[in-house]
């Protein structure tokens, strides 16, 4: 893994161990603005093939427009972000469409469908991104994904009669019925109680292994950063200041690190 800076707000040079691995996003020299707040300056971050990594930063540091850029919701004003061999900066919207295919997004707020069930919440990926699925393929698609989170029950339920953890882990198995290569989570244990926030994490771990997902998540539940970070990134005045393993950040000398871990 990626190793602390002695001068934390110069990105590392990639190890051994990322040098041989296969990187599935590389941000380069991103920035972003609006108007005269300058939120991306010169922000850059390669992310490896079963990689999470933790983007950690202050409210309003720009994690939440980060990620928008990197699934191609927000334009950025300079710079690459290249997805799966992709350049989404540079894409036309049908090729947008083809690379969000690949990449999971998992809501803070899930974003599950209130009028419709469970199965037609998950069904409508599938149904989205493609057409002409069988329905004995969607079905079978619809049982994995709930096998995948224990919640086979929840098939004819509404949303509204499912517990915050149960909703999550729904828009959890939604998100990965496509079978994504990449998911980025916008605070996914936010709002939860700690016992079910654990489980959770416990959830993301077996299922990334099990699908060969990299991520990028956006978190601000300690517990949740430690329990899934492989590489914390701290995203500080636009720029990425510190780049490092949890215990490596946790132990730096560096003030401006040190106060997230208090
Ligand atoms: N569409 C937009 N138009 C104008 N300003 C925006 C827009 N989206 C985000 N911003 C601004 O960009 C900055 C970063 O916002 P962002 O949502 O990325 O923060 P964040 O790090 O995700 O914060 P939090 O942890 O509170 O969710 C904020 O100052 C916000 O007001």
């Known amino acids: 893994m990626t190793k602390a800076t002695s ?13 041989q691995g296969t990187a599935v996003i590389v941000i380069e020299h991103l920035y972003k603005r609006f108007g005269l707040n300058e939120v991306l ?32 919701l927000l334009k950025p004003d300079k710079g690459s972000i290249v997805v799966l061999g992709d350049n989404v900066t540079e894409l036309s919207d049908d090729d947008l469409d083809r690379v969000r295919s690949k990449v999971g997004f998992l809501f803070q707020a899930n974003a599950l469908y209130d009028s419709m069930t469970v199965r037609e919440n998950l069904e409508f990926p599938l149904r989205r991104h493609w057409i ?4 004995q393929e969607v079905n079978a698609m619809v ?11 929840t098939a004819n339920m509404m949303p509204s009669e499912l517990s915050g953890g149960m909703l999550k882990r729904i828009a959890l198995a939604r998100t990965l019925i496509l079978k994504p290569e990449v ?50 990134i701290l995203l500080l005045e636009g720029k990425c200041y510190a ?12 003030q401006k690190i040190k106060q997230f871990f208090e």
């Open 183 to 232: 998911i980025l989570y916008d605070e996914p244990t936010t709002g939860l109680d700690p016992v079910t926030a654990r489980e959770i994490d416990h959830l993301i771990l077996k299922l990334q292994k099990k699908y060969h997902t990299s991520s990028i998540i956006i978190s601000h539940d300690m517990n949740c950063v430690k329990n899934l970070a492989d590489r914390v």
């Open 7 to 19: 001068n934390p707000s110069v990105k590392n040079t990639e190890t051994a161990a990322h040098a």
């Open 132 to 135: 002409n699925l069988p329905q």
């Open 41 to 72: 300056k010169d922000f850059s971050l390669t992310v490896y093939k079963e990689e999470n990594v933790v983007i950690l930063g202050k409210s309003g540091a720009g994690k939440s427009v980060l990620i928008k850029c990197v699934i191609g």
């Open 243 to 254: 780049d490092g393993t949890y215990d490596e950040l946790a132990h730096a000398a560096d």
């Open 143 to 153: 049982k994995e994904a709930l096998e995948n989170v224990d919640l086979v029950e």
